[in-house]
């Protein structure tokens, strides 16, 4: 069976997979409400797991040391329960490989090496080397698509992950390279950071030391 993550552990999640966010793109990444988001928000802030920030023209929530601590508790529980067969351990072993691609081929579509320069940023005037990392994040697509069916089969939570990779993608397609690599836009990088994110998150796994556990 499919299980549904809490409304309290999606909005304190949302907000460890945003960094910093205002309380509509919580709610949009939790799935809830506006009104229950900002809630949630209220009561994590009195526990000490969020705090709020607003000057000038910031305003947004960011996740507390406390706060983490607390997600990373919410998501153990949570897995002992829905996830006993260690499936998103497995698939995270599974994704590592992809991940390591994905990198390289985030760093061809921003750097182009030249004959002087072997830094030299990308400026998208070669449609061969734009085309070729294209076709590699086209194959990382399909080969992400049968993980994230796996785990969401676990855990719903994991479900608009590859929708959103495709949607940034064709978009990039379409002449709009933002949205392969920009961080204020959904871009194919942005949805793949966050993946990963929430998968060392499930699995209580330091990012300094990336080693899952066999089974837990």
Not at 89 to 98: E, N, S, T
Not at 124 to 150: I, S
Not at 162 to 189: F, M, N, Q
Request: glycine residues 4%; charged residues 25%; contains cysteine.
């Amino acid at each position: 069976m499919i299980h549904q993550s809490v409304p309290e552990l999606l909005v304190l999640h949302a907000v460890r997979l945003l960094g910093f966010a205002d309380s509509t793109a919580v709610a949009e990444r939790a799935g809830v409400s506006h009104v229950e988001a900002l809630r949630m928000l209220s009561e994590a802030e009195r526990a000490g797991w969020v705090q709020h920030v607003g000057f000038a023209e910031l305003d947004g929530w960011t996740l507390t040391d406390s706060g983490k601590t607390e997600n990373e508790r919410q998501l153990a529980a949570e897995r002992l329960y829905a996830d006993p067969q260690g499936v998103v351990a497995a698939v995270y072993r599974d994704f590592r490989p992809l991940n390591a691609r994905l990198l390289r081929a985030v760093t061809n579509w921003q750097i182009r090496p030249t004959a002087t320069d072997q830094f030299a940023p990308n400026d998208h005037t070669d449609r061969a080397w734009d085309g070729r990392v294209l076709e590699e994040l086209t194959a990382l697509g399909r080969d992400l698509a049968p993980l994230t069916k796996r785990l969401s089969a676990v855990l719903a939570r994991f479900n608009d992950y590859i929708a959103r990779y495709e949607s940034a993608l064709d978009k990039a397609k379409c002449g709009e390279p933002d949205w392969i690599d920009k961080t204020d836009v959904d871009s194919c990088h942005r949805v793949w950071f966050q993946l990963h994110e929430d998968l060392v998150a499930t699995l209580s796994i330091d990012r300094r030391n990336e080693t899952p556990p066999s089974r837990v």
